[in-house]
Nanobody, 111 residues
Framework: QVQLVESGGGLVQTGGSLRLSCAASGRTLSNYNMIWYRQAPGKEREFVATITSSGSTYHADSVKGRFTIPRDNAKSTVYLQMNSLKPEGRAVYYC?????WGQGAQVTVSS
């Protein structure tokens, strides 16, 4: 059984930074792709960033240059480092692997 537990959400001012964590249990995280999504109020869930098993990363154009997705294999944790946050970054952020999903972390960006 794979469990993904997210943490690190909160309130931040425009231009600020937050780091979300996604801790995995039940599977060796380094062997698999991990993906971050987000869902803003009234909008569909959208792709944010992914890290592959080989360590390659890909980002949505809307966050490129501001968000990174580092991974700590020893802690079986993937992160979403969010810098220069904008008000449109307000959303619930989810980490995902295969059919498994975290519970979501609320991020609110005040203008």
């Amino acid at each position: 059984q794979v469990q993904l537990v997210e943490s690190g959400g909160g309130l931040v001012q425009t231009g600020g930074s937050l780091r979300l964590s996604c801790a995995a249990s039940g599977r060796t995280l380094s062997n698999y792709n991990m993906i971050w999504y987000r869902q803003a109020p009234g909008k569909e869930r959208e792709f944010v960033a992914t890290i592959t098993s080989s360590g390659s990363t890909y980002h949505a154009d809307s966050v490129k240059g501001r968000f990174t997705i580092p991974r700590d294999n020893a802690k079986s944790t993937v992160y979403l480092q969010m810098n220069s946050l904008k008000p449109e970054g307000r959303a619930v952020y989810y980490c995902s692997h295969a059919q498994y999903w975290g519970q979501g972390a609320q991020v609110t960006v005040s203008s």
